[in-house]
């Protein structure tokens, strides 16, 4: 699905992916104090010589690349935070400064360790910033946006990701990742098709493996406004269950009220009737990289609207999802209106960073299938649907 896979004739819709991020440090006083912790403040003179040149590589190379996560380019264009906590460079250096201070009071020689340790993160990876200022502030989701980073409070009231990343097993020659969960509970294979993935060979794909398929029923152009039937829907969700493989369908929704988000509930529920569905029934939620109908909706108009389709999907007798990214689940919606129903969360790594409960992770929008032509979505489920 993930953007790029919504194709259709009408140029109604397009769709498109990615994201970026940036940092700085403290100081000493007397002396004494200087001469006494000098391999502490090597580490320290270090680690800013390191941020800064990072900084400017960062800003060199800012402009049109994908630094660490993959998400939409065009994010900016309708940012409506719940009052994120937003910080300049030099409010940065502050927070840093106290976060050293408080790894120091841990003591001389934990105190170096804890700096070395985030010294050598920081030289590992080309992303080593953000992921040093995700490490000091795990209460915090973190986004850069231009030349600020932004934090966004972790609601710890709701239900909590409890996947361990540690867990997660790539398969380096499939690209696939399986999970294996504490208890002993096992990971699905699970992909999503539309009609940008032409003709399927369901067979060869049901002896790939797979064991669900998400298959788009149709969407709203971004445009007009008007509902569409997906053209390969129906071959797709009757060759799928007839090669054994579960489905579950989603449409892309382009909605402005409430009453249009029941309308396309109500344009699903009556295309998957004569189908067993085993997976959910999903409201995809994402960006469009050109002026869209849904522009100017606020965060709770995105949640409302997710929900008033989800509670539609639940009166019909099946179990509703809500597909989006990190973007759009942090930034711009709220997670507590949306407490409760099933999450497919699109994220572009090997490893997830999402603090909320999920049933399925689009992993990849490049794998490869056997039976299909085409680059297709990768997701695990961690759910026996």
């Known amino acids: 699905m993930e953007l790029k896979d919504i194709d259709f004739d009408d140029d109604d819709l397009k769709i498109d992916p990615e994201e970026q991020r940036k940092i700085s440090e403290p100081e000493y006083d007397d002396d004494s104090q200087r001469s006494k912790r000098k391999p502490f403040v090597v580490v320290l003179l270090v680690l800013l010589f390191l941020v800064t040149t990072t900084l400017v590589a960062i800003a060199i190379l800012y402009v049109g690349k994908d630094l660490f996560l993959r998400e939409e380019q065009n994010v900016e264009q309708e940012v409506e935070p719940a ?88 398969d380096e020659e499939t690209g696939m990742i399986s999970y294996v969960a504490p208890d002993g509970a096992k990971s699905y294979i699970c992909i999503d098709v539309s009609s940008f993935q032409k003709e399927i060979n369901w067979d060869k794909v049901k002896a790939a493996g797979v064991d669900y398929a998400i298959i788009r029923v149709g969407f709203r152009g971004y445009g007009t406004g008007k509902m569409v039937e997906d053209t390969y829907y129906k071959s797709n969700i009757e060759e799928a269950t007839s090669a054994g493989i579960k489905v579950g369908v989603y449409f892309f929704s382009q909605a402005t009220t409430v ?124 759910k026996d649907w």
């Open 83 to 170: 009052d994120p906590k937003i910080y300049t460079q030099a409010e940065f250096d502050e927070k840093l400064a106290e976060a050293t201070k408080k790894a120091r009071e841990e003591g001389e020689k934990d105190g170096e360790e804890i700096m070395k340790k985030m010294l050598r993160e920081v030289s590992e990876e080309s992303s080593g910033v953000l992921m040093l200022l995700r490490e000091l502030y795990p209460d915090d989701m973190i986004f850069v946006s231009g030349s600020k980073y932004e934090y966004y409070p972790i609601n710890r009231s709701l239900k909590q990701n409890t996947i361990d990343n540690e867990l997660l097993k790539k």
């Open 259 to 382: 009453e249009e988000a029941i309308e396309e509930a109500d344009f699903v529920i009556e295309r998957i009737s004569p189908y067993e569905i085993d997976l959910p029934v999903a409201i995809d939620i994402e960006a469009i990289n050109e002026t869209a109908r849904t522009d100017n909706l606020t965060n709770d108009d995105r949640s409302d609207f997710c929900v008033a389709f989800m509670d539609r999907v639940k009166a019909a007798g099946y179990e509703p999802m809500i597909y989006s990214n990190l973007t759009f689940f942090i930034r711009k919606m709220n997670m507590d209106k949306l407490e409760g129903y099933e999450k497919w969360f699109a994220f572009y790594n090997d490893s997830i960073y999402f603090p909320y409960d999920i049933g399925i992770w689009q992993y990849s929008a490049t794998g490869t299938i056997d039976g299909i032509s085409t680059d297709v979505d990768l997701n695990i489920s961690f």
